[in-house]
């Protein structure tokens, strides 16, 4: 039946179609089996392709000044790998401070809005009507909250860590990162809350408007409902490490769909940035790649220097204070061992009247330093 | 014989080229914050600019080349402008600290502030320049430089605890202060791999028409004058951890610094103290302002020299001149000579790939250097030291800027 001709002319499934067909079925279940049995070292293998992908650009441009890609790769890993254990191992400390900071505070962050809002039995839009008024206050003041909202959030570094994983959410990520923030901004007070809110929005719009578009602008281009799709199956088979390859992973699939299928299937022209990339390379001079390289890297850089900014920012005011008094004892001392020189005649009374002034003028400065602080 | 006597004059002019303001700074600031605990940092960056000058000697002596004409003939002149505009850059804020370190010196011996001592500073240097008079000039800085040694003095008299600077040789994870301790090591580096070092050895390797009979000579000088010099920055580092760090003093302006040589040695201290600060500020200034004009006349191709009329290389005569002018009207402004300092050894640090890597080429490049090539010990030791303090001062110039 199944190899008999049909009286129309349309030809029927062949068997060797059919068997065909049910090896594959089998072959792609047993393949999925497969893969389901040893998604660890899938993963751990999806994590090795990326971060080589991610690092064979270093090795290119080594390679353009004649150097091996073997001798390359050598030298850009354990680069690598320094960059990473020196952030770790200065940002661990204050990390971990702050996150026991966090863990403490959070609750009684969220008991002084539950009380904050009970007091008033209000909604939120009378909330923020209560606040406003507070906005105006003189100039000065203003300008030093806005000063202290960006340097002087409680557990700055923890939350900043909770930003870049809930970073990884789509649409409801960068929402969500923001409510443990306000709830501690509410530990200072409901306009610190109001700050650090508005906060978040302009830096959320300057991220989605100017660095994303400006890092991405030779990445892939992946359709939103996708992108929120693979994040779910890769969180689901792969927990949350597959959630941070999910994007990446992603771009990296459709790069040979676009290619293989979109383009010498269907026909239709699409851009490939690796490809376009590497054609646009071709028409350049040695010296143009190089700038090339120089702007990638200028970009690497910066956003390296974006990411230690909050970190550097936050040391916590306690840290400073625990500075400003070192800086008054060594001032101290300073004036003391001049006056045991002077007195001895191993300095001269100049030197002695240039050394006491400069204390004198450290000393106040730390005092205007520490009162600063302390408001 | 007169080989000899160039060598031991070269020596001399290692030891006294090694310290001036950035290896002084560094030194008393990381010996008075952490004690004897960044003597490794010293050590690390002694190796490496030992290796470094030994390189830049043996390309002169070999291949006739200068260090900038090398690399433009080499990597073509759009990739030689990365490195010269590093160098440069670098070179001008070491310069201006440099000219900063002797104002300073000045106003601790009479006690008018700095910045009226910058304009007469810079015109000093510049007037020895312009009046060609640099070989004597060095020479005697150089022989006068020798007074650094009082720091080794007042290190003995201290009783410093030799045991303790042997067993910090060792690099070791810091107590407290990780972000200013990464930060202070890396300056430390960079104070001591200086381009201009080699930059400026290099040139004067050509101007004195060395060949390859000098190759012993420059490895002597390399390895003995960098290593003086760099047990010279530990003495002032052990000084300081001696008398400051013991006091909880931490340096946070050079008026605190003439302390560690009086407090052991009494009023000749503190007379040494600021001779040794102006003599080695004051030859490095000179040093340092030549460097830039060798680096950009010989990059461009323009006639250069030291012993040349003005008239003779007027191009080259205007470099030097902007440059001096430049770093005197920015100590003038008021800016604060030991941050100054202490940033542009960190910016050193962070430029050294830049200003390494593509020397590390040419001497591996057997069309250059022929058989003489490097030893992949060197190789190893350079690359590394350069790429690791670029990494560390990646991550630690932004955390010390903006964390405190």
Same mark, same amino acid.
């Given at each position: 039946?199944?190899?008999?001709?049909?009286?129309?002319?349309?030809?029927?499934?062949?068997?060797?179609g059919?068997?065909?067909?049910?090896?594959?079925?089998?072959?792609?279940?047993?393949?999925?089996?497969?893969?389901?049995?040893?998604?660890p070292?899938?993963?751990?293998?999806?994590?090795?392709?990326?971060?080589?992908?991610?690092?064979?650009?270093g090795?290119?441009?080594?390679?353009?000044?004649?150097?091996?890609r073997?001798?390359?790769?050598?030298?850009?890993?354990?680069?690598?790998?320094?960059?990473?254990?020196?952030?770790?191992?200065?940002?661990?400390?204050?990390i971990?401070?702050?996150?026991?900071?966090?863990?403490?505070?959070?609750?009684?962050?969220?008991?002084?809005?539950?009380?904050?809002?009970?007091?008033?039995?209000?909604?939120v839009?009378?909330?923020?009507?209560?606040?406003?008024?507070?906005?105006?206050?003189?100039?000065?003041?203003?300008?030093?909250?806005?000063?202290l909202?960006?340097?002087?959030?409680?557990?700055a570094?923890?939350?900043?860590?909770?930003?870049?994983?809930?970073?990884?959410?789509?649409?409801?990520?960068p929402?969500?990162?923001?409510?443990?923030?306000?709830?501690?901004?509410f530990?200072?007070?409901?306009?610190?809350?109001?700050?650090?809110?508005?906060?978040?929005?302009?830096?959320?719009?300057?991220?989605?408007?100017?660095?994303?578009?400006?890092?991405?602008?030779?990445?892939?281009?992946?359709?939103?409902v996708l992108?929120?799709?693979?994040?779910g199956?890769?969180?689901?088979v792969?927990?949350?490490?597959?959630?941070?390859?999910?994007v990446?992973?992603?771009?990296?699939?459709?790069?040979?769909?676009?290619?293989?299928y979109?383009?010498?299937?269907?026909?239709?022209?699409?851009?490939?940035?690796?490809?376009?990339?590497?054609?646009?390379?071709?028409?350049?001079?040695?010296?143009?790649?190089?700038?090339a390289?120089?702007?990638?890297?200028?970009?690497g850089?910066?956003?390296?220097?974006?990411?230690?900014?909050?970190?550097?920012?936050?040391?916590?005011?306690?840290?400073?204070l625990?500075?400003?008094?070192?800086?008054?004892?060594?001032?101290?001392?300073?004036?003391?061992?001049?006056?045991?020189?002077?007195?001895?005649?191993?300095?001269?009374?100049?030197?002695?009247?240039?050394?006491?002034?400069?204390?004198?003028?450290?000393?106040?400065?730390?005092?205007?330093?520490s009162?600063?602080?302390?408001? | 014989?007169?080989?000899?006597?160039?060598?031991?004059?070269g020596?001399?002019?290692?030891?006294?080229g090694?310290?001036?303001?950035?290896?002084?700074a560094?030194?008393?600031q990381?010996?008075?914050?952490?004690?004897f605990q960044?003597?490794?940092?010293?050590?690390?960056?002694?190796?490496?600019i030992?290796f470094?000058?030994?390189?830049g000697g043996?390309?002169?002596?070999?291949?006739?080349?200068?260090?900038?004409?090398?690399m433009?003939?080499?990597?073509?002149i759009?990739?030689?402008?990365?490195?010269?505009?590093?160098?440069?850059?670098?070179?001008?804020?070491?310069?201006?600290?440099?000219?900063?370190?002797?104002?300073?010196a000045l106003?601790?011996?009479?006690?008018?502030?700095?910045?009226?001592?910058?304009?007469?500073?810079? /015109? @000093?240097?510049w &007037?020895?320049? #312009?009046?060609?008079?640099?070989?004597?000039?060095?020479? !005697?800085? %150089?022989?006068? =430089?020798?007074?650094?040694?009082?720091?080794?003095?007042?290190?003995?008299?201290?009783?410093v605890?030799l045991?303790?600077?042997?067993?910090?040789?060792l690099?070791?994870l810091?107590?407290?202060?990780?972000?200013?301790?990464?930060?202070?090591?890396?300056?430390?580096?960079?104070?001591?791999?200086?381009?201009?070092?080699?930059?400026?050895?290099?040139?004067?390797?050509?101007?004195?028409?060395?060949?390859?009979?000098?190759?012993?000579?420059?490895?002597v000088?390399?390895?003995?004058?960098?290593?003086?010099?760099?047990s010279?920055?530990?003495?002032?580092?052990?000084?300081?951890?001696?008398?400051?760090?013991?006091?909880?003093?931490?340096?946070d302006r050079?008026?605190?610094?003439?302390?560690? /040589? @009086?407090?052991? &040695?009494g009023? #000749?201290?503190?007379?040494l103290f600021?001779?040794?600060? !102006?003599? %080695?500020?004051? =030859?490095?200034?000179?040093e340092?302002?030549l460097?830039i004009?060798y680096?950009?006349?010989?990059?461009?191709?323009?006639?250069?020299?030291?012993?040349?009329?003005?008239?003779?290389?007027?191009?080259?005569?205007?470099?030097?001149?902007?440059?001096i002018?430049?770093?005197?009207?920015?100590?003038f402004?008021?800016?604060?000579p030991?941050?100054?300092?202490?940033?542009?050894?960190?910016?050193t640090?962070l430029?050294?790939?830049?200003t390494?890597?593509?020397?590390?080429?040419?001497?591996?490049?057997?069309?250059?250097?022929?058989e003489?090539?490097?030893?992949?010990?060197?190789?190893a030791?350079v690359?590394?030291?350069?790429?690791l303090?670029?990494?560390?001062?990646?991550?630690a110039?932004?955390l010390?800027?903006?964390?405190?």
């Amino acid at each position: 039946m199944a190899n008999a001709s049909q009286p129309n002319g349309v030809t029927g499934w062949p068997t060797r179609g059919i068997l065909r067909t049910l090896a594959l079925i089998a072959g792609f279940y047993l393949i999925l089996q497969l893969l389901w049995v040893g998604r660890p070292v899938v993963l751990l293998s999806l994590l090795g392709v990326l971060f080589g992908l991610a690092l064979s650009a270093g090795v290119d441009w080594l390679e353009r000044w004649r150097m091996a890609r073997a001798v390359g790769a050598v030298l850009i890993v354990p680069a690598f790998l320094g960059v990473l254990v020196g952030i770790g191992a200065l940002t661990a400390p204050s990390i971990t401070s702050q996150l026991r900071e966090f863990k403490t505070q959070l609750p009684e962050a969220i008991g002084k809005i539950q009380r904050w809002v009970h007091e008033r039995q209000q909604g939120v839009t009378q909330v923020l009507k209560q606040v406003a008024p507070a906005d105006t206050a003189p100039a000065d003041q203003t300008g030093e909250e806005g000063k202290l909202l960006i340097l002087d959030v409680k557990a700055a570094i923890a939350l900043g860590i909770i930003a870049g994983i809930l970073e990884f959410i789509p649409i409801a990520g960068p929402i969500l990162s923001s409510v443990p923030a306000i709830a501690m901004g509410f530990l200072d007070g409901p306009k610190k809350a109001v700050y650090i809110g508005l906060a978040y929005v302009v830096i959320q719009q300057l991220e989605a408007n100017l660095l994303y578009p400006l890092i991405m602008k030779k990445g892939v281009e992946l359709p939103p409902v996708l992108t929120i799709v693979a994040q779910g199956v890769m969180s689901i088979v792969f927990g949350f490490l597959g959630l941070l390859v999910a994007v990446p992973m992603l771009a990296a699939a459709t790069v040979p769909i676009k290619m293989l299928y979109v383009r010498d299937v269907v026909g239709d022209p699409v851009r490939v940035p690796g490809e376009e990339a590497k054609n646009v390379e071709k028409r350049r001079s040695r010296a143009d790649r190089g700038d090339a390289d120089g702007g990638t890297a200028g970009k690497g850089l910066a956003v390296l220097l974006m990411a230690l900014v909050p970190v550097a920012a936050c040391s916590s005011r306690q840290q400073k204070l625990q500075e400003l008094n070192r800086t008054a004892h060594s001032w101290e001392a300073t004036a003391r061992l001049t006056k045991e020189l002077w007195e001895k005649g191993a300095v001269s009374a100049g030197y002695a009247q240039q050394t006491i002034a400069a204390t004198a003028g450290e000393l106040e400065k730390t005092r205007r330093r520490s009162e600063k602080l302390s408001q | 014989m007169s080989k000899l006597l160039e060598m031991a004059l070269g020596l001399v002019t290692g030891i006294g080229g090694f310290l001036e303001a950035g290896s002084l700074a560094t030194a008393a600031q990381a010996g008075a914050a952490f004690g004897f605990q960044l003597v490794w940092a010293i050590a690390l960056g002694t190796v490496c600019i030992a290796f470094l000058v030994e390189m830049g000697g043996r390309l002169a002596a070999v291949s006739k080349h200068t260090l900038p004409d090398a690399m433009r003939e080499r990597f073509g002149i759009r990739f030689f402008t990365v490195p010269l505009i590093a160098v440069v850059l670098v070179s001008f804020l070491v310069l201006a600290a440099e000219i900063g370190g002797v104002s300073l010196a000045l106003q601790l011996a009479t006690g008018v502030r700095f910045q009226w001592w910058a304009p007469v500073v810079a /015109l @000093a240097v510049w &007037l020895l320049l #312009w009046a060609h008079n640099f070989n004597l000039v060095e020479k !005697g800085a %150089a022989l006068l =430089g020798l007074v650094t040694f009082v720091f080794v003095v007042g290190a003995f008299k201290l009783e410093v605890p030799l045991h303790e600077v042997g067993a910090n040789l060792l690099p070791s994870l810091p107590r407290q202060d990780s972000a200013q301790y990464w930060f202070m090591a890396v300056s430390i580096i960079g104070a001591s791999v200086s381009p201009y070092l080699f930059y400026f050895y290099s040139a004067g390797a050509i101007e004195d028409e060395w060949d390859e009979s000098y190759l012993g000579a420059n490895r002597v000088i390399a390895g003995l004058g960098m290593g003086f010099g760099g047990s010279i920055a530990v003495a002032v580092l052990a000084g300081a951890a001696m008398v400051l760090h013991s006091r909880g003093i931490q340096v946070d302006r050079y008026e605190q610094m003439p302390l560690l /040589l @009086a407090a052991p &040695l009494g009023r #000749w201290g503190f007379i040494l103290f600021v001779a040794a600060l !102006g003599i %080695a500020c004051f =030859g490095a200034a000179l040093e340092i302002a030549l460097t830039i004009a060798y680096l950009v006349a010989q990059g461009f191709g323009w006639k250069w020299g030291e012993n040349l009329r003005p008239r003779e290389a007027a191009r080259f005569s205007l470099v030097y001149t902007i440059a001096i002018l430049l770093a005197g009207l920015l100590i003038f402004t008021g800016i604060d000579p030991l941050k100054l300092t202490i940033f542009s050894m960190a910016l050193t640090a962070l430029s050294l790939p830049v200003t390494v890597v593509p020397l590390l080429i040419l001497m591996n490049d057997p069309e250059y250097v022929g058989e003489n090539r490097n030893h992949w010990i060197a190789n190893a030791a350079v690359f590394s030291i350069s790429v690791l303090a670029c990494i560390v001062a990646i991550v630690a110039i932004p955390l010390q800027i903006l964390g405190s």
